[in-house]
C-alpha cells in the first residue's frame, strides 16, 4: 500500500469509529475520534452553534442510541481530501433520529494519529420510506 493510501484508509478508520460511535451513542470511542481541542458548529437554523468536544459529548452521552431504538444506518463517506500529510476533510452523511446530517470534518495529524479537530455540520428532515 503506497503512503497515500495508508493515509486515506487511516483516516477512513477513523471515520468508521465515527459513525459507530454516533450509531452506539459511545461516547468513549468518539473522545479517541476527536482532538480534546476539537470544536464543533453549526448554524443549520441561521444561528451559530458553538460547542468544544467537551460540551458536546454529554449531549451524545444523554439520548438513546441509534442502535437501541433500531435505526437503519445511512451513514456514508462522500469524500476524503488531504491538504497535506497531517490535514484532511471528510464530507460525509449520516442520519439520527429524525435528522439526515451532512457532516465536514477536518482532521489533524498529531503524534502520528488522525483525529478530527473540527466537526461542521448541516441537518435536515429525514425522510422516512
Same mark, same amino acid.
Given at each position: 500500500m503506497t503512503? *497515500?493510501?495508508?493515509e486515506f484508509e487511516a483516516v477512513a478508520g477513523v471515520i468508521a469509529d465515527y459513525f459507530d460511535g454516533l450509531h452506539h451513542s459511545d461516547t468513549g470511542r468518539l473522545r479517541s475520534v476527536? *482532538?480534546? #481541542?476539537?470544536?464543533y458548529v453549526s448554524a443549520t437554523d441561521g444561528t451559530l452553534l458553538y460547542r468544544t468536544v467537551e460540551e458536546y459529548l454529554p449531549v451524545v452521552d444523554a439520548r438513546p442510541s441509534p442502535a437501541s431504538r433500531g435505526e437503519a444506518r445511512a451513514d456514508r463517506i462522500l469524500s476524503i481530501e488531504f491538504a497535506g500529510p497531517f490535514t484532511a476533510r471528510a464530507t460525509l452523511n449520516c442520519a439520527i433520529g429524525d435528522k439526515f446530517f451532512t457532516?465536514?470534518?477536518?482532521?489533524? #495529524?498529531v503524534d502520528d494519529r488522525w483525529q478530527v479537530i473540527s466537526k461542521v455540520f448541516h441537518h435536515e428532515p429525514r425522510k422516512v420510506a
Open positions: 503512503g *497515500h493510501a495508508a476527536f *482532538h480534546p #481541542k476539537a470544536q457532516d465536514w470534518l477536518t482532521f489533524i #495529524k
